[in-house]
């Protein structure tokens, strides 16, 4: 490994901690209230809204791809 190689990985590593800082003061915190939102089914005939599940049981987002 040549000394170039490291200079560009502690330039990446800099890069990447920076970006990280920033948007994980943005993240929410462990206990907070997740912001409520409006997603459609897999039917697309449906919204469903997360407040509408409030204290009635979990809720699991599962993404993916359905091609």
């Known amino acids: 490994m040549t000394l170039d190689f490291f200079r560009k ?12 800082l920033k948007y994980d003061a943005l993240a929410p915190k462990k206990g907070d209230q997740a912001p409520d939102f409006i997603l459609t089914d897999v039917s697309m005939e449906h919204t469903v809204k997360l407040s509408d ?6 809720v699991a987002l599962v ?3 359905f091609t």
């Open 9 to 20: 990985t502690a330039h990446y590593r800099k890069t990447f901690n920076a970006w990280q």
């Open 53 to 58: 599940y409030k204290g009635k049981k979990p």
């Open 63 to 65: 993404f993916g791809s």
